[in-house]
């Protein structure tokens, strides 16, 4: 790819770092609190919802901290919708906080998609209908009380008590803002940083399911211990980078790697002709994003995190970490590392092509419905990366809008799992959704319409992002990448329509689980899942222009 096709995916802003000379006094950061607004008000609730535990009575804390916490979703992506509007997502783009954050159309795009998705998230987190009442108090899907050992008396007394583990909804908003900063970061360690605050409250979310807490225990140290993994490879490849560069600013790194960089630090000028720290820097980076988003080989957290942490909270992350790691990653190889697109090219084809087929073939073995899904995930994030490899404003696009359509639908698919119960909580065995369609018509219809668009149908949103970033790819000299994208999503197809006939086309047993009525809270959840699959799937131009306007990141 020619370096004009590189440099047409920026454009330049001003409000990078300037270094003050020797002997000039200090200058106090300025900080464009407006710009980051979205940010700031996620984060000044969280602090509140902090506050709340603290000195709100425990029976008023739940109501509070719902209302509290769609509140800032809602103001945050007001501010999305206001900055957008000031053309801060065009003309207007700019790096901002003293060169740590960019303001501009991907960075606006993902973070409308990552708030609005969290706030359907929530409406999960908030449904305490689905449960008995225990001792006269509803329930939701969290431990009683989250640091009493299972099955203890501690417990015992929590549950009697009526407590409930409302501390949730301000973990959600700390990782809602990890999540805005993660895919706007302008500089390596705000990267970094970002990552760490996003995942260290879904560390905690995935370990607080109020049944099978001690799966939902091993499932919240395995993703622990992998993600520490991922954070040290990242950060390896950070000290790396910086030892190349002299710099962990993206603009600076990306002039140093393309040969336009002005001034050469005489303590740097060995470093920086040593391609091999690029080049492992850069690979050890890519490593910890790929960890994210769930690509083969890094996939292996996946399964088990989704199969064990509290369905809210896998509807959560299945949906929102892929959004703000796909937009890390799309910001590293765009402005960062152009450079290297041809030394990237055969690694990351390679990764996307297992993490195709991988995902399509294994999930053919799953008999839980959430390893499956999360099989799923995995295939997904293997297209996605197809529109990644496309290195063109077509593939931005292409990406920006899979990614759209595709959180919604999950969130949508987790939240009719949390419907279908027995005696012990959610029934996630695929034998007992046999027949589901006659027990429960609607809930089966919806189900199958998410199971559809995942498969990629026609007149289904998934249809409309797979053909996007299938086309841009095949536009940009990955023909293969399609065929092999195609075959996996034909392979996909085989155990989605395998469940749609498990519910339609079976007996339901005697014994077999019942489909709970859920509060208007998840109804508006699933709701909005079927709308947008069905809406983008029917009428998809005008959000494809909206991400095709929103392609240009700003270096």
Known sequence: MSATAVHSLWTTAGGGVTTAAAGDKFTAPTIEYAQLAPVLIVIGVAVLGILVEAFVPRRARYTTQVFLTVVALGAAFAAVLGLAADGYAGKNAQIAAMGAVAVDGPALFLQGTILLVSMVSVFTFAERRLDPASHGNRVDSFAAQAGSVPGSDGEKAAVKAGFTTTEVFPLVLFSVAGMLVFPAA????????????????????????RRKRLMSQEAAVKYFLLGAFSSAFLLFGIALLYGYAGTVSY???????????????????????????????????????????????????????????????????????????????????????PGLTWDLRPVMWGVAIVTMLGGAIVAITQTDIKRLLAYSSIAHAGFILAGVIAASPEGISSVLFYLGV??????????????????????????????????????????????????????????????????????????????????????????????????????????????????????????????????????????????????????
């Open 251 to 337: 603009a600076g790194i990306a002039n140093v790697v393309d040969g336009t960089v002005q001034e050469i630090n005489p303590a740097l000028a060995d470093t920086m002709g040593n391609d091999v720290l690029l080049l492992i820097g850069g690979a050890m980076i890519l490593m910890g994003l790929l960890f994210k988003v769930g690509a083969v080989p890094f996939h292996m957290w996946t399964p088990d995190v989704y199969q064990g942490a509290p369905t809210p909270v896998t509807g959560f992350m299945a949906a929102a970490t892929k959004v703000a790691a796909f937009g890390a990653l799309l910001r590293l190889l765009y402005v960062v590392l």
């Open 406 to 555: 595709y959180s919604f639908v999950t969130v949508g698919a987790f939240a009719v799992v949390t419907l279908v119960r027995d005696a012990g909580g959610e029934a996630t065995h695929l034998s007992q959704w046999a027949g589901l369609g006659r027990r429960s018509p609607l809930t089966a219809a919806v189900f199958a319409v998410f199971l559809l668009s995942f498969a990629g149908i026609p007149l289904t949103s998934g249809f409309s992002g797979k053909f996007a970033v299938f086309k841009a790819a095949a536009d940009n000299g990955a023909g293969g990448l399609v065929v092999v994208g195609v075959i996996s999503s034909a392979i996909a197809a085989f155990f989605y329509i395998r469940v749609i006939v498990l519910m339609f086309f079976s007996e339901p047993k005697a014994d077999g689980p019942t489909v709970a009525v859920p509060s208007p809270l998840t109804m508006t959840t699933i709701a909005v899942g079927v709308a947008v699959t069905l809406v983008l799937g029917l009428a998809p131009q005008y959000f494809l222009d909206l991400a095709s306007q929103a392609g240009v990141f700003v270096r």
């Open 186 to 209: 302008n500089d390596l360690l705000t990267l970094f940083i970002a990552l760490e605050v996003f995942s260290l409250p879904l560390y905690l979310l995935c370990a607080v399911a």
